[in-house]
């Protein structure tokens, strides 16, 4: 057998770039599968365990970048992390990404929800001032009890100034207080995403406790969030008022008579610091009306999005909204919303309508009822208007979107009726005359 030719083998320093590439996946997806509280072993850490596994010139470099995410889900994890901190300096920086995590408990059906997570407290005391890169922080299928985070553990909190980002999944706070305290205790937050976040007392922090430097955050996602908690978030503008961007979601049925108006508090307590607004509503939970009232009805006052007041954020670029599944688009909420508006800023308004049909319509049955329904309602000649105020008039061609989610087979009877693939174009065309004619108007039809 012929030797080796040392010089066929890749340099050294290109093998570190190759890892450092496939280290670019663990600083994009770091988390794994942390937003259901799974631990999902990707692609590119089975990759970098191989490479630390190849030769010992490989090892360290690969063992670096394995550290960019770290699960604690127990005591004994953040104590095993502590002493590779202490037995190798040089990974402290490594960490950017830490996932508190509570135990997995079985019960019926799987996993339970919430599981204690004493370990943060312990986190946050032995870590502190050993983690001098982290960025994101997140804490998922977790109970915080009243022992999850010592008054000596908050005290520390303070020390980890380049936490970023906490985002929060499946936790459950015994009470609001708990979560404005673990909120005023990072100084360096400018991301706060909850997701199925609850409260188990129903009690208000007033007010928000006052850290003793502002805040810097600028984005708020919130899904299916308890009323206690988004109290939180409204009080915490006292201390961070420049909120950039604000996307909020709420599984709640919106018809339901009493339910919270989370978004408006939202909006009211950030008014014109917001540049980003994104709302989403539950799919199938607000009912159709009657094809008369959908007719000749211009405000739905039962439903959250015909009371969404942007009347505050006069600087105003981007604008987002998921309607409900309905039988037609909602242009009675649009027209209730853009109304409202007073920014002479907007470079983007997205609205998506989810069209289902009325149960067993023919392709034609429903393109004529679609038709008739367009033509018959006063919303879109009114939206028209709407969009000729002065402050539309710096509008850019195509920013107003209206996009529509129908099924294959209503798009075929749709265009083969009106002889033409752009058949959606031509209906709001057809209504909105001086909109489409400043070419503001951007028509998608998609399944």
């Known amino acids: 057998m012929a030797p080796t030719n040392p010089q066929s083998r890749l340099p050294l320093e290109l093998c570190d770039d190759i890892i450092d590439l496939v280290a670019l996946y663990a600083q994009v997806y770091g988390s794994g599968g942390v937003d259901y509280g799974m631990f999902e072993v990707s692609d590119w850490r089975f990759t970098l365990v191989a490479c630390a596994l190849t030769c010992k010139a490989w090892h360290h470099r690969a063992l670096y970048h394995l550290h960019a995410s770290v699960w604690l889900s127990t005591r004994e994890n953040v104590r095993y992390l502590l002493r590779r901190c202490r037995a190798h300096p040089d990974l402290q920086s490594a960490v950017r990404h830490v996932i508190i995590r509570g135990p997995s408990q079985h019960a019926q059906g799987g996993l339970a929800p919430f599981g204690p997570i004493p370990h943060f407290g312990t986190f946050a005391a032995m870590l502190a001032r050993h983690l001098p890169r982290v960025a994101y922080l997140r804490i998922c299928r977790a109970a915080w009890t009243a022992g999850t985070l010592p008054l000596e553990s908050i005290r520390c909190l303070p020390v980890y100034r380049t936490i970023a980002q906490v985002r929060l999944r499946d936790v459950e706070f015994k009470n609001a207080s708990q979560f404005a305290a673990l909120l005023s205790a990072l100084p360096g937050l400018e991301y706060v995403s909850c997701t199925d976040v609850s409260c188990r007392e129903h009690q208000r922090v007033i007010p928000f406790p006052y850290p003793s430097e502002a805040r810097r955050v600028r984005e708020l996602v919130v899904v299916n969030v308890a009323d206690e908690l988004v109290d939180v978030l409204v009080k915490l503008s006292d201390v961070a008022p420049a909120v950039r961007k604000l996307s909020h979601r709420d599984w709640l049925p919106m018809a339901e008579p009493g339910v919270s108006k989370q978004c408006q508090w939202l909006l ?180």
Request: aromatic share 8%; net charge negative; hydrophobic share 40%.
């Open 268 to 447: 009211d307590a950030y008014g014109e610091a917001l540049r980003e607004v994104e709302i989403i509503s539950p799919n199938g939970t607000s009912p159709s009306p009657s094809p008369a009232q959908a007719r000749f009805q211009l405000t739905t006052p039962t439903s959250t999005e015909s009371l969404i007041d942007l009347s505050r954020q006069t600087h105003l670029t981007h604008l987002s909204i998921d309607f409900p599944t309905k039988q037609y688009p909602d242009f009675p909420r649009v027209l209730s919303i853009l109304s409202s508006l007073k920014s002479e800023t907007l470079a983007l308004a997205h609205f998506r309508f989810s069209v289902h049909p009325a149960p067993c319509a023919s392709d034609s049955l429903w393109v004529w009822d679609f038709l008739d329904h367009l033509e018959e309602s006063p919303a879109l000649a009114r939206l028209d208007e709407v969009l000729a105020r002065a402050n539309f008039a710096g509008v850019p061609e195509g920013a107003v979107r209206f996009e529509v989610k129908v099924s294959e087979e209503h798009q075929r009877g749709a265009a083969r009726l009106l002889r033409g693939e752009d058949w959606w174009a031509q209906l709001l065309a057809k209504r909105m005359p001086r909109a489409a004619g400043r070419r503001v108007l951007d028509c998608v039809v998609c399944v």
